[in-house]
């Protein structure tokens, strides 16, 4: 059964149209990628499914469920997890504090959440040498894992990220794909960017962005 399906969804800022007429099917466990040049509306897209932005019109359906009707909060719950652009970390929090954040929105119990924390760890182990240093110290590479890593304590159905490799070095953008790559099959990803390689090397499917359509590419 198909994972997430909009349906002629249109968003934007209050009477200002970004984006209008999508229509996307991610399945369960594949990696969809969008490109689109700065301004094209991918973050309005991602803010839109994650409930952060109302729709203008069309539908949101998760496990064939509408989830227009949800909040943010509800959302994530449901499993539709966003990882914002720029990171968005808690520069002046540890690491250990900044991955505690979504145990309230968890809807696991504490004893699970804790066993998930774990697993975490296990898969960037570079958070676990971090674990008492401040958000604000990690290199930019670190960053993104902790604000991936912080996502996935929600266990996501579908991960969405929004730029992953902005201002990352070379090395970062490739630690950054091999940490993906791991966790490919595991849930399905949804990732906007600008850096078609990065994309080539991970989606299923892929989109392009232009003129607030989207249009699948090859
Ligand atoms: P970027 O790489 O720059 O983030 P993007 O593809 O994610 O690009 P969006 O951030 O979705 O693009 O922006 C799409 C358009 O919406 C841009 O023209 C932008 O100026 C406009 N926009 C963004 N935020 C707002 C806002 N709060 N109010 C009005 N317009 C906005």
Known sequence: MTLLETRNLS??????TIFSDVNLTIEPNTITGILGPNGAGKTTLLKTLAGLLKAQS?????????????????????????????????????????????RSASRFSAVEFDRRFEEILTIFPRLRERLGQLGGGLSGGEQQMLAIGRALLLDPKVLMLDEPTQGLAPIMV??????????????????????????????????VFRGGKLEQTT
Do not use: C, W
Not at 11 to 16: H, I, M, P, V
Not at 75 to 86: F, W, Y
Not at 181 to 207: H, P, T, Y
């Open 11 to 16: 968003g934007g800022y209050r009477a200002l």
């Open 58 to 102: 069309g539908t949101i359906r998760l496990d064939g469920n509408d989830v227009m009707p949800l909040s943010a909060h509800d959302r994530a719950r449901h499993g539709i997890a966003l990882v914002p652009e720029g990171r968005q970390i808690f520069q002046g929090l540890t690491v250990k504090e900044n991955l505690g954040i979504p």
């Open 174 to 207: 490739s630690q950054v794909l091999s940490s993906l790559e791991a966790l490919r099959g595991r849930f399905s990803m949804l990732i906007v960017e600008q850096n078609r390689d990065f994309l080539d090397r991970l989606s299923n499917s892929k989109f």
